[in-house]
């Protein structure tokens, strides 16, 4: 389970935990997240957001936004995952996130291997999502709003399921695909999208 070992590392400098969630979706924007936790008012059972159920995300964001020092959102568009490709697209979101937040940090915890060239002091932290719990939270607040943002495009365009699949790749989703061609909201810059551009 995720603790606050690595931001102890930094005490007593402010610690903001940041993550993204949709890299790998065909369809929709990449969101990012940075939280700042209060250690003491902190959540329980903060974990990597693909190890909850929906229900407890659900309620987990709520204690988040409820009870973090501060957090913010942010996403990178499907334009921007186009033109950059998804890792810059990535790291342009991450870093919209902390620049949103209302209160200045001091260093960044970044969930993966890599920091954006930003103007925080950062560690990359490789399943950060798992280790520590500012990541963690981070990674329940990206997750909960890129669903939505999916989920809400489901209704304009629902012959992809997703709602379900939330622009992942699933046997739906591709069979939409050939049928129906892509949406203004797929990454043509994906194989398997191009692929299909190109028929």
């Known amino acids: 389970m995720p603790d606050f070992a690595h931001e102890l590392l930094h005490h007593p400098a402010l610690v903001a935990g940041v993550d993204e969630a949709g890299r790998g979706p065909l369809a929709g924007p990449v969101v990012a997240a940075a939280v700042i936790l209060d250690p003491a008012n902190c959540p329980d059972g903060l974990n990597d957001s693909k190890k909850l159920s929906a229900a407890r995300r659900a309620r987990l964001e709520a204690e988040i936004k409820a009870r973090a020092h501060c957090w913010a959102v942010a996403m990178a568009s499907v334009d921007e995952i186009d033109s950059l490709n998804i890792l810059w697209a990535t790291m342009l979101a991450m870093t919209r ?76 989703h591709m069979a939409a695909l050939r049928e129906h061609g892509p949406t203004p909201l797929h990454r043509r810059s994906f194989a398997p999208v191009a692929q299909l551009v190109l028929i």
Not at 117 to 131: Q, Y
């Open 97 to 172: 996130a902390v620049e949103a937040l209302t209160v200045e940090c001091d260093h960044v915890l970044v969930d993966g291997n890599r920091c954006p060239a930003w103007r925080w002091p950062s560690t990359a932290i490789v399943e950060g999502d798992a280790k520590s719990l500012s990541i963690a939270a981070a990674s329940i607040l990206a997750k909960e709003a890129r669903d939505r943002i999916m989920v809400a495009a489901a209704a304009d365009h629902p012959h992809y399921g997703w709602e379900m699949n939330k622009g992942y790749g699933s046997a739906r």
